[in-house]
């Protein structure tokens, strides 16, 4: 097992063997900054209900909803567990459709379907912020991530 261990080398998102504090942290602040610019976390409105807006934003624990009419992008993160030699990992979802809520009884019929899935491993940039690896090596900052989020719904 020591020698599993030992044979871990430095990786494309720019980490030396197994992630400190201070990277975990700073990852764990990036994911913060996107779920904040996607779906702020707001307190309800008082007063009269508003009219329905054309984009609804849900929060989550781990991610964010964003829904129009007939579209809807999910951001989900998925930390890395104390064995693991990473950091985590972030799936952005494309659905058809409407997408439930986690824990809600009201369910489309035939649901969402879904388009297109990128997963993501938070990079070290240059300046030593935290950007977004995609499956094809390209590195996005936080907020040209959460524009491409956003643009997802209307492709």
């Known amino acids: ?24 942290n700073g990852v764990q602040q990036a994911v913060g900054h996107l779920l904040d610019a996607l ?8 007063g009269a209900e508003p009219r329905a807006p054309s984009l609804r934003r849900v929060r989550t624990p781990r991610g964010c909803i964003l829904q129009t009419a007939t579209r809807a992008v999910t951001v989900s993160w998925f930390p890395s567990t104390s064995v693991q030699a990473s950091l985590g990992e972030l799936q952005v979802v494309v659905w058809q459709g409407t997408v439930s809520v986690p824990g809600s009884a009201n369910r489309e019929r035939g649901g969402a379907v879904a388009l297109k899935q990128a997963v993501l491993e938070p990079a070290l940039t240059a300046g030593e912020a935290w950007g977004w690896r995609g499956e094809d090596g390209t590195v996005l900052d936080t ?13």
Do not use: F, N, Y
Not at 1 to 24: A, F, Y
Not at 143 to 155: H, N, Q, S, V, Y
């Open 143 to 155: 907020e040209a991530l959460a524009e491409r989020c956003k643009t997802m719904l209307e492709d």
């Open 39 to 46: 779906a702020p976390e707001r307190p309800p409105a008082r």
């Open 1 to 24: 097992m020591h020698d599993e261990i030992d044979g871990i080398d430095s990786g494309p998102s720019g980490l030396g063997d197994w992630p400190t504090v201070k990277q975990r």
